[in-house]
């Protein structure tokens, strides 16, 4: 399968702890996307990456709140000191971007629930 | 600003067409895009239009792209219990660094 994979698929944690979820694009993109969904709403942009280089972070994206793309292919979200409303499926999404191809449409995995008790 | 807005159901019988319509905001969109999302899941790409066309037919699925009114619709040709799904419109407007904006989707129930 080479589309996006995300890990884990569900998690249940408690108030207040730290919550780390990884996203592995599609392995020639470039560009990946992280975006937040909460229940009966479309998806809500947080944060994208072009390689390695983070380039853009929503207001959505409290300091709590950190993402790396270390070697610019997968990608961690981690939650610090979960609160109720980080209850949500994550989403990851990646693309390419290259010069003369414009940019190439997103491509989404599956996503993490995250349930905060 | 960036708005996407939908119709937030829509019920159709098996074999008849669905419309699902879409309104958007940023005139800069240079793709404006339809995902399908089944429950559980991640979300799907059905089908994209680029910015300078008015229709774009792939299978079962036709697009319309009406710019002067912001106005975008997918038709589903002869739907089965398998469309059921929630859709999503989406623009990616130039200035955002072609992050994706969504509407809140479209339930498409198809009765047997």
């Known amino acids: 399968d080479t589309g996006v994979s995300q890990n884990p698929r569900h998690k249940i944690t408690k108030r207040g702890q730290n919550v780390t979820f990884r996203c592995d694009p599609i392995s020639e993109h470039n560009r990946l996307y992280w975006y937040r969904q909460t229940l009966g709403q479309g998806p809500e942009f947080l944060t994208y990456f072009q390689n390695e280089a983070q380039l853009e972070k929503s207001r959505l994206l409290s300091d709590r709140f950190s993402a790396e793309r270390p070697k610019g292919s997968f990608s961690t979200l981690e939650i610090q000191r979960t609160e109720q409303g980080d209850s949500a499926m994550y989403l990851c999404?990646?693309?390419?971007?290259?010069?003369?191809?414009?940019?190439?449409?997103?491509?989404f995995g599956d996503g993490t629930r995250l349930s905060i008790l | 600003g960036e708005d996407v807005e939908q119709s937030l159901f829509l019920s159709v019988r098996e074999g008849d067409s669905s419309v699902i319509n879409c309104t958007y905001t940023?005139?800069?969109?240079?793709?404006l895009y339809w995902y399908k999302q089944e429950p559980g899941a991640g979300l799907q790409l059905l089908t994209y239009i680029f910015s300078n066309m008015d229709m774009k037919q792939d299978q079962r699925l036709t697009v319309l792209l009406n710019k002067k009114d912001k106005h975008l619709s997918l038709r589903i040709a002869d739907t089965q219990t398998g469309d059921s799904a929630i859709y999503f419109c989406?623009?990616?407007?130039?200035?955002?660094?072609?992050?994706?904006?969504f509407g809140a989707g479209t339930i498409l129930r198809v009765k047997s």
């Open positions: 940023d005139s800069s969109s240079t793709y």
């Open positions: 989406a623009e990616a407007p130039m200035e955002y660094g072609n992050k994706l904006v």
């Open positions: 999404a990646s693309s390419l971007v290259a010069g003369g191809m414009g940019n190439q449409p997103q491509h």
